[in-house]
């Protein structure tokens, strides 16, 4: 199974700030990545993902992530934040031809005016 | 167009009770799983489906039973609750395995707190 890393578990930002959530995986198989995001009291949302291709990846609300290879890292950001995306962000991954997704522990980013 | 609908969306139940927390999804999706997220270890597999039919275990699967009898719905059983059993469970769905289908749909989540 796969084992995943988010190097930061609480990222404090300032509105209009960048911010990069990191995260680690441990397997060098052929992988799929995923970004996902969970509001409050909410469900996760899936943010973006990288499947083969271009390893820089665009999602919804102004968010990429690189994919590296050789750093087994899958990197998300946002150029700007907005308080709106004061969330919960789980990096995710799971083995090409594999159903089973394995998470991160998740980062908690809070945007402050 | 509803996708994922978990049933009760938070439950309170005394050690020993057992319950069955519901999942239905309209998408025709063949792979469907339930997680636990407890805070600072993400979300953990309890259980996953492949098809009607078939079933298996995942990461922490102790304490609970699952049936997959339609591709619809994918209940989670509690046979006998314990405090350590408190948790937001949520279901999720996939239309299954392979390069483009791989992006799992998730339910609102279901609080449960054992007392």
């Known amino acids: 199974a796969q084992s995943v890393t988010q190097l930061d578990s609480q990222v404090p930002v300032f509105e209009e700030a960048p911010v990069e959530l990191r995260c680690n995986y441990s397997?060098?198989?052929?992988?799929?990545l995923f970004w996902y995001v969970q509001y409050p009291n909410q469900g996760l949302q899936l943010l973006l993902k990288y499947l083969s291709g271009s390893t820089l990846v665009k999602g919804i609300n102004g968010f990429e992530a690189e994919f590296n290879k050789s750093q087994t890292s899958f990197h998300l950001r946002k150029p700007s934040v907005h308080i709106s995306d004061t969330a919960e962000y789980f990096c995710a991954v799971s083995d090409q031809g594999d159903y089973k997704l394995s998470f991160g522990a998740g980062t908690t980013v809070t945007v402050r005016a | 167009n509803a996708g994922v609908t978990q049933t009760p969306k938070f439950q309170v139940l005394k050690t020993g009770q057992s319950m069955t927390l519901q999942c239905a999804q309209d998408m025709n999706h063949e792979y469907m799983s339930w997680y636990r997220q407890d805070p600072g270890m993400g979300l953990r597999l309890i259980h996953y489906s492949v098809g009607a039919g078939i079933t298996d275990q995942g990461e922490v699967p102790n304490g609970y039973n699952v049936s997959r009898s339609t591709t619809e719905d994918f209940p989670l059983r509690l046979l006998s609750a314990a405090p350590s059993q408190t948790s937001v469970y949520f279901c999720?769905?996939?239309?299954?395995?392979?390069?483009?289908?791989?992006?799992?749909?998730f339910g609102q989540g279901t609080r449960l707190t054992v007392v």
């Open positions: 999720a769905s996939s239309r299954g395995a392979g390069v483009w289908n791989t992006e799992a749909f």
């Open positions: 397997s060098s198989v052929s992988v799929y």
